[in-house]
């Protein structure tokens, strides 16, 4: 029979072969660590307040001030400081020192550069 034929001629793979083979899908331990993180970002961000959440929440999708001043209505200078005190804010509650003046590291290294 024809269905025969073709059964005797599957190759057979060795198991050392399959070894080789890599899945491109995340690991169950690679979701969970994914999960974990973004329940901490969201737990995080409830300490915002809505227009710092929402600033920061367009920033992260890739969105300019400007762009963001334009979605929300409000101006650029605004947008930077809800983005300003919603940094400071977040670096304090993740227990990163905040200068004086608020800003933080990356702040002190432009001042020195």
């Known amino acids: 029979m024809v269905v025969d034929h073709y059964r005797r001629r599957r190759l ?5 072969a399959a070894a080789g083979i890599v899945d491109p899908d995340p690991t169950p331990e690679e979701v969970a660590l994914e999960r974990a993180e973004r329940a901490a970002t969201r737990a995080l961000l409830t300490h915002l307040t809505p227009n710092q ?3 920061v929440e367009l920033r992260l999708a890739g969105l300019t001030g400007v ?3 334009g979605a929300l209505g409000m101006s650029h200078g605004a947008v930077k400081i809800h983005q300003f005190r919603a940094i400071r804010r977040l670096r304090t509650r993740l227990g990163i020192p905040v200068d004086l003046d608020g800003a ?10």
């Open 12 to 16: 057979a793979s060795s198991l050392d």
């Open 53 to 55: 959440w929402r600033v």
């Open 67 to 69: 762009e963001i001043a």
């Open 104 to 113: 933080g590291d990356e702040h002190e290294e432009r001042r020195r550069s």
